[in-house]
């Protein structure tokens, strides 16, 4: 299977600042199989982008996501403090798995 | 809008058997797949399997040996039953839809999550 590494593990920033997170995957993914997701606490995770770079309904065009083979990125700009949550990426293109996830922090 | 819910017991005891339950409402129960999804104490999300329309299913490698997912067409609904299970299996264990735009996959519907603990 396809192990997915996420950094940072946590994110620390200011209103208006803009995160960067990182997902390495052990072997090339195709895009169409690439999705990340946010999660706030005490709810399900949501989708965020597929196809490694479409925003899915209703996602603010403060998301930006890029990648391809082994190295996929999610860029939030514009920090607000409602984008606090963990975030998750994901493949299925050997067997599913999910990355550990990456904490943002916007205070 | 497609709703997913899940139900059944919140406490299983060592070496039991866990059986969950979904329910699907608001959307077409004959297109994609249906999805188990786990997230552990420590917020690891693990993929379980999913279950099609017509019964075809596909099984996290890892768990294979001790699942079996099932659907009940008629009533819209999909079942997990995980054999054998230890303190291990204790998660928040989610239904979810794995949809597709194309031949993009995604899951883009989840259930709100329900705790499942192993004690005995």
């Known amino acids: 299977e396809t192990v997915l590494t996420q950094s940072p593990g946590t994110l620390s920033l200011s209103p208006g600042e803009t995160a960067a997170l990182s997902c390495r995957a052990s072997q090339s993914v195709v895009s169409n199989y690439f999705a990340w997701y946010q999660q706030k606490p005490g709810q399900a995770p949501r989708l965020l982008i597929y196809g490694s770079s479409n925003r899915a309904t209703g996602i603010p065009d403060r998301f930006i996501a890029s990648g391809s083979g082994t190295n996929f990125t999610l860029t939030i700009g514009g920090l607000e403090p409602e984008d606090s949550a963990l975030y998750y990426c994901q493949q299925s293109g050997s067997s599913l798995t999910f990355g550990g996830g990456t904490k943002v922090e916007v205070k | 809008q497609v709703q997913l819910q899940e139900s059944g017991p919140g406490l299983v005891k060592p070496s039991e058997t866990l059986s969950l339950t979904c329910t699907v409402s608001?959307?077409?129960?004959?297109?994609?797949?249906w999805s188990w999804i786990r997230q552990t104490p420590g917020r690891r999300l693990e993929w379980i399997g999913h279950v099609s329309y017509s019964g075809s299913t596909n099984y996290n490698p890892s768990l294979k040996s001790r699942i079996a997912m099932s659907v009940d067409t008629s009533n819209n609904q999909f079942s997990l039953n995980l054999r054998s299970v230890t303190v291990a299996d204790t998660a928040v264990y989610y239904c979810?839809?794995?949809?597709?735009?194309?031949?993009?996959?995604?899951?883009?519907?989840w259930g709100q999550g329900m705790l499942v603990t192993v004690s005995s």
């Open positions: 979810a839809r794995f949809g597709h735009s194309g031949k993009q996959f995604y899951f883009d519907y």
């Open positions: 608001g959307g077409s129960f004959g297109t994609d797949y």
